[in-house]
């Protein structure tokens, strides 16, 4: 643990990484209205701390707080956008803070996942932006930086005195898993679930595998998710489900069935289940009688009933049901949506799975 200066520290590497999973928020900090509670600059402005990882000597990958050091260094863009082409001596100092602060070479010294790397590196080398891109957290900040600094008529100098007063704590993070902590510290946002569980099946080398479901069976992320918390409310039983612990609820699944079984065995059957979810989304079935129950059960809302009839459908490819009783299900629950629409019934479905349940019993 050891308390530095963030201006100093950006100074003394050459290369900072990111997580991949670790994107940019709306969280950004205005390093400019800090001054504003201290104008004399006589009180340091302490950010908390930093978790990092060292890679090599200088070379860090942070595992918490990228958006303060994104933060101060779009100021220092900021600062040399706003004095260029304005005198010599400001020309030299413009060439220092990008050597010094932003640059290793011909290259960034920050570098973020691939979403947002892309557009860093536009604004750093001043390339033309698209109008989404200039809605990002990352420009908005920029330009507030660029009209704060014209507007007031802040001084370069004024602004690294203020920065000379702002200090982090870097935390080693060293035989600790750096996603379980970013988790853990990150939990209130809204984090990239499926990123965070990319990283876990990289970890347990199964990551081609896990490529091959999302590609095959689910190109769009919002299915994917469909999929994984209809999939888990099966598993684990669950009332209802917060999507934002998906994640956990996948690592939860994973270890806990590794303790039974191998991982290449735990992802087959997770294909398995995975295909049957893929027929009920696109109501992909030869079988007429059975295309037309879930035909009307898509126009009847019925999304709801996915996980229940996931897992019915896996009974029903397990052999465990005949098909006829299968049909005879979706019927009754095509019933219930029915009577849910033209009552506007507010029922909950848990009432129907005990008698659904209690019927394949009898079957």
């Known amino acids: ?39 004399q ?29 994104l933060s101060l260094s779009l ?45 860093y590196n536009k604004i750093i080398n001043g390339e033309r ?31 690294f005195a203020m920065l000379k007063k702002i200090t982090v704590t870097l935390v080693e993070t060293d035989n600790v898993s750096k996603r379980n902590l970013y988790y853990k510290l990150n939990s209130n946002r809204n984090l990239n679930q499926i990123s965070l569980i990319d ?23 919002k299915d994917l998710v469909l999929f994984l918390k209809d999939f888990f409310i099966t598993k684990f039983n669950y009332k209802k489900f917060n999507p934002d612990r998906l994640y956990e609820s996948f690592v939860n699944y994973f270890e806990t069935m590794m303790q039974y ?4 065995a735990i992802i087959r059957k997770m294909k398995h289940s995975a295909a049957l979810y893929y027929n009920i989304l696109n ?10 129950a879930f035909v009307k059960i898509k126009m009847h809302s019925g999304e709801d009933t996915y996980a229940y009839i996931l897992n019915v459908y896996e ?24 009577n849910r629409v033209k009552n506007n019934n507010d029922m909950e479905f848990n009432e129907l799975i005990q008698y659904l349940n209690a019927f394949i019993t009898c079957k």
């Open 315 to 338: 009974d029903y490819t397990d052999n465990n049901i005949s098909e006829s009783v299968f049909l005879e299900i979706l019927n009754t629950i095509d019933e219930y949506l029915a």
């Open 199 to 221: 990283d876990f099946m990289s970890e347990n080398g199964i990551e081609q595998e896990w490529a091959d479901i999302k590609q095959r069976y689910f190109p769009k992320e």
């Open 1 to 39: 643990m050891e308390t530095v200066n963030l201006l100093d520290f950006l100074n003394s590497v050459h290369d900072l990484y990111t997580l991949n999973y670790a994107r940019c928020s709306d969280k950004l900090v205005n390093f400019l209205d800090l001054m504003t509670e201290d104008e």
């Open 75 to 119: 100021l220092l863009h900021a600062v040399c956008e706003c004095y260029k082409k304005t005198t010599a001596q400001n020309t030299k100092a413009i060439k220092t803070i990008r050597s010094k602060y932003l640059r290793n070479g011909s290259k960034s010294k920050l570098h973020l996942n691939a979403n947002d790397d892309e557009l």
């Open 261 to 264: 079984m191998p991982e290449d």
């Open 283 to 292: 109501i992909n079935f030869n079988n007429e009688e059975l295309k037309q």
């Open 41 to 69: 600059f006589t009180q340091k402005i302490d950010l908390g701390i930093i978790f990092i990882n060292q890679k090599s000597f200088d070379q860090f990958t942070i595992v918490d707080g990228v958006n303060r050091i």
């Open 129 to 159: 932006l698209s109008g989404h891109e200039k809605e990002s957290p990352m420009f908005v900040l920029l330009h507030n930086f660029w009209s704060q600094i014209k507007e007031e008529k802040l001084q370069a100098s004024k602004i």
